[in-house]
């Protein structure tokens, strides 16, 4: 049978430049989720110095430095990396939903792959599951879809 024409990105971080930007707010899972991004970063063959790391004070302000980052031309995908704890707040759905909204948005609007490492959960306990060090962690997979997406739209 002739082989069909699927397109898929590589996962590999060599030549290209991503840009992260971090929620400070509940930085106990967040410096998890970044720990895990910046290792499948160097995983992947990418080198130090085409990495970028933008801290924000929360979640619901990684939009609008998320689309500075990406309509600048400079970055090849953009990471955006927080957590929000519904405990925490009574406006859990505001932060994680404008959040979620504006990271879609920027990316649509730019054409830009934004990936969505926003830990969005109901306690502690399934935060720290999903920032875990060993397996699982979500700023690792999020790295990954970020290489991927830039990968495959650089070959479409
Ligand atoms: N920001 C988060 O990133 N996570 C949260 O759980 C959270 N809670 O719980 O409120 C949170 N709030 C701050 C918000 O993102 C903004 O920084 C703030 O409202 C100022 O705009």
């Not at 989720?33 to 790391?53: C, H, M, Q, S």
């Not at 730019?110 to 700023?139: D, H, I, M, S, W």
């Amino acid at each position: 049978m002739e082989a069909l024409p699927v397109i898929e990105g590589e996962i590999s971080a060599r030549g290209r430049k991503v840009a992260i930007v971090a929620a400070r707010f509940n930085d106990f899972i967040v410096s998890s989720l970044l720990k895990g991004a910046t290792a499948a970063w160097l995983e992947r063959g990418g080198p130090v110095e085409d990495l970028l790391i933008a801290r924000v004070p929360g979640a619901f302000e990684l939009p609008v430095v998320a689309r500075k980052l990406a309509s600048s031309g400079r970055w090849d995908a953009v990471v955006a990396l927080g957590c929000v704890i519904r405990g925490d707040t009574p406006h859990f759905d505001y932060v994680a939903g404008e959040c979620a909204r504006g990271l879609n948005l920027v990316s649509l609007e730019t054409g830009v792959p934004v990936v969505f490492g926003v830990l969005t959960v109901e306690t502690v306990e399934q935060a720290l599951e999903r920032a875990a060090t060993t397996a699982g962690n979500k700023g690792g997979e999020s790295m990954e879809t970020a290489l991927e997406m830039a990968g495959l739209l650089a070959r479409l």
